[in-house]
């Protein structure tokens, strides 16, 4: 029985394991709130489950319990005063874990419809949209159905919908609202109740990356004049020094050729064991003995002056794309022909 208590339960068993706890009468009370098709696969796991020793059961309903008080808390109060009441009941560590959890169930209940839509249909829905009521529905789709919708904009409009998704930090519970009256006729549409980070630097970065060449440059020479250190900003964000592994030997090759070998030398500081194996092997022997050697005798590095010789790195990387000497792969949608 000892072993029985170490394996993890899924979600699904858990459900079931509330269920089987509740007894017959309680559980037939919660049914009536179900779609059929969710209580028929919960009767399965029930009719799955075997048996459960005392301590699973107390763990189930303990986390149960949690999720059930963290939801009620957030509903009526928001996310601040459900921090208040969760740390009163189980302690800073827990609220603090119980809250991340129902934070990123927010976002993903919300406008969940969304990622049902096609690209086709987004546009379709959205293009006569103002560009700020755009960049709050985008945010809550996939990077890449975002990017299908932006391409479709016209030059000035991509601009103008892109700038809003980078500045926007959350949403207000009436912004919401007025969005969501705004698009009934279009999709189905969802309450929120609380604030929630929408929007923002990285994820404009990840639309950015999926986004055809000629739009990005249209959008970021556009961007540029209206908000240099935004597009600068968001720039930085599309490749980071890790991305490396992403690209092909020839360019990685190509890239050592103007990079500063103190550079290399602090910024594989701190590299992972891939990044480090992807430099090491398109270098010349000669090279990478110099590189190892020079590594073993730097101590003492700040993490700043490893950090800003990625950046140079990454620097160079991007001016040899621009100059289309290297390949950087985005999203999936650049096709290599050998």
């Known amino acids: ?29 919660l049914y009536q709130f179900m779609e059929p098709e969710d209580v028929e696969a919960l009767t399965l796991e029930v009719a799955r489950l075997g048996m459960l020793n005392s301590e699973q059961t107390e763990e189930v309903l303990t986390e149960f319990y949690q999720n059930c008080m963290t939801n009620k808390a957030v509903t ?27 934070t990123k169930s927010l976002k993903t209940r919300e406008f969940a419809f969304l990622n049902k839509a096609d690209v086709k249909s987004l546009y379709s829905a959205l293009q006569n949209e103002r560009p700020q009521t755009m960049a709050l529905v985008l945010s809550y789709v996939d990077p890449d159905k975002a990017a299908g919708v932006i391409e479709q904009l016209e030059p000035h409009r991509q601009i103008k919908v892109v700038e809003a998704i980078a500045t926007m930090e959350s949403a207000s519970p009436t912004a919401i609202k007025t969005i969501e009256a705004e698009m009934e006729r279009k999709f189905s549409s969802i309450i929120t109740q609380s604030n929630v980070k929408v929007g923002g630097i990285d994820y404009v970065a990840g639309i950015m ?21 935004l597009a600068d900003e968001i720039r930085k964000r599309m490749f980071v020094f890790e991305d490396i592994i992403t690209m092909d030997d020839r360019s990685v090759q190509r890239v050592l050729r103007d990079c500063d070998p103190r550079d290399l030398v602090l910024a594989l500081k701190t590299a992972n064991a891939e990044v480090s194996n992807k430099l090491f092997t398109n270098m010349s022997a000669r090279m990478a003995e110099s590189i190892r050697d020079d590594l073993e005798v730097t101590t003492n590095v700040r993490m700043k002056d490893v950090e800003d010789a990625q950046q140079r790195i990454v620097g160079v990387i991007r001016d040899l794309e621009e100059r289309n000497e290297v390949v950087i792969l985005k999203g999936g949608k650049d096709d290599i022909i050998a």
């Open 76 to 102: 009526e109060g928001g996310l601040e005063y459900a921090r208040a009441v969760l740390e009163k009941a189980f302690g800073n560590q827990t609220a603090m874990a119980l809250l991340e959890k129902v």
């Open 1 to 29: 029985m000892a072993e029985t208590a170490k394996l993890e339960l899924t979600y699904p068993q858990k459900a079931a394991a509330v269920i089987v706890s509740l007894g017959a009468d309680k559980a037939s009370g």
């Open 209 to 229: 990356n999926n986004l055809d060449r000629s739009s990005e440059k249209s959008i970021f020479d556009g961007l540029a004049e209206r908000n240099a250190e």
